[in-house]
Nanobody, 124 residues
């Protein structure tokens, strides 16, 4: 089992920045891939970014590449998502997720563990 707790969401103006955190506990975190997904009202949950805990390989959705940075702190077992140049369309509930293995997958169904989500609202 892996427990995930997100934090850092809030209200920010377009063009601003925000950093999300996800504290992980439980199963040995070094053997997982962790990712961020988001879900806007009335839309499907979509992939944002993912990182292999061991080795640090990353994968980004085209819509956020160049603006968002995913990273992890091994000592703190914490995942981060630095979001820069935020746009109105980035408004969503952001979820932290984890899966076993090393494939930095963008498929929602591949992730077994999920956090409760944190709201990010970007005002235009």
């Amino acid at each position: 089992q892996v427990q995930l707790v997100e934090s850092g969401g809030g209200l920010v103006q377009a063009g601003g920045s925000l950093r999300l955190s996800c504290a992980a506990s439980g199963r040995t975190v070094s053997s997982v891939v962790m990712g961020w997904f988001r879900q806007a009202p009335g839309k499907e949950r979509e992939f944002v970014a993912a990182i292999a805990w061991s080795g640090g390989s990353t994968n980004y959705a085209p819509s956020v590449k160049g603006r968002f940075i995913i990273s992890r702190d091994n000592a703190k077992n914490t995942l981060y998502l630095q979001m820069n140049s935020l746009k109105f369309e980035d408004t969503a509930v952001y979820y932290c997720a984890a899966r076993a293995g090393l494939v930095v997958d963008s498929e929602r169904g591949a992730y077994k563990y999920w956090g409760q989500g944190t709201q990010v609202t970007v005002s235009s």
